[in-house]
């Protein structure tokens, strides 16, 4: 895989919340207004999945769909991967835009929901979605638009919460029947992917974060072949 870090001293600006948001807007003041009712949302720690199943990459061009405050992305940055952070949340952007600043990396953001974004074909050499809330659609939008965001010879890395696909309606309101799950996606893998894992396993819980009652992950590994 092609390393395309840029040259040049380390940025991590990100828009004001205000501008250039591509998406729902009540999908973007959903996602402010939970992260603005904590100061920190997530543990601040790398998803331990995505440390596992990167590990022997060659670095590349990375997305992190679903960013949140920058933890994954900033991880990966370290690592030498040329990473492209995307989340509706403002306020998560502006979060995560310091994290990477204290870090002294270099991180893409952008602030738009995964479809809307729009990102060419074959952009990334791994595109990774750990916990993402991807709405569903009839025609599966946010699913093909991970695939198709994936370079020949890249990696799709899907990861979510084990079981909450099968949950009930939730008393504030939330609906797992809405959104899209890791076996959505790996029904789409046709032959033109080899699939490297999608199986249940222990999660590597971090202390602290919103997540950390979750004990399993469902995780899907998947590397497009042409």
Partial sequence: MPNDIA????????????DGYIGDPAVREKWDGRYGERERLWSGQPNGALVAEVAGLRPGRALDVGCGEGADAVWLARGGWDVTGLEVSGVALERAAGHARDAGVTIAWVHAGLV?????AGSFDLVCALYPALLRTPDAAAERALLDAVAPGGVLLVVHHAGMDTQPVHDDG?????????RMVAALLTDGWT?????????????????????????????RRR
């Fill in 7 to 18: 040259a040049g001293p380390p940025t991590s600006d990100v828009p004001s919340v205000a």
């Fill in 116 to 120: 809307e974004a729009a990102f060419p």
């Fill in 174 to 182: 939330f609906d797992p029947a809405d959104y899209v799950w890791p």
């Fill in 195 to 223: 699939v490297d894992a999608h199986e249940q396993r222990p999660r590597v819980v971090p202390d602290g974060g919103a997540g950390a009652h979750h004990a399993d992950d469902v995780v899907v590994r998947a590397r």
